[in-house]
């Protein structure tokens, strides 16, 4: 199983980016997925999840971000608007995975992160 973010990269105060995490490999379903961001320095933060149409946000996000999927190519987006130089952080994607029918449980798997440099 990969999970492979895309989206990344610089952008200026007020500026907008949209990521994106694909998910591929041996995969039966997935169930949550979820973006998370760890600025230098700091610890790892959920920033936004989404699980069967619900979503969940940070409250440093709220009204700025939108996290989405489209499940039939296994990919979630987040649509990040008004970026602020304290959204700078390397964004990471989260799924949780089973692997076959035959499999009871959820698997975690996470990407490699992709960098949101917001210039200042």
């Known amino acids: 199983v990969r999970l492979e973010e895309s989206g990344g990269g610089p952008v200026l105060p007020g500026g907008s980016r949209r990521l994106s995490c694909s998910v591929s490999?041996?995969?039966?379903?997935?169930?949550?997925m979820a973006w998370y961001r760890q600025a230098p320095g700091k610890e790892r933060e959920l920033v936004a999840s989404?699980?069967?149409?619900?979503?969940n946000y940070a409250d440093a996000v709220k009204g700025g971000f939108t996290i989405s999927r489209d499940n039939s190519k296994n990919t979630v987006y987040l649509q990040m608007s008004r970026l602020k130089p304290e959204d700078m952080a390397i964004y990471y994607c989260?799924?949780?995975?089973?692997?076959?029918?035959?499999?009871?449980?959820?698997?975690?798997?996470w990407g490699q992160g992709t960098l949101v440099n917001v210039l200042s």
């Open positions: 490999g041996n995969v039966f379903s997935v169930r949550r």
């Open positions: 989404i699980r069967a149409g619900n979503t």
């Open positions: 989260s799924a949780e995975i089973q692997y076959n029918k035959i499999s009871s449980g959820y698997v975690d798997h």
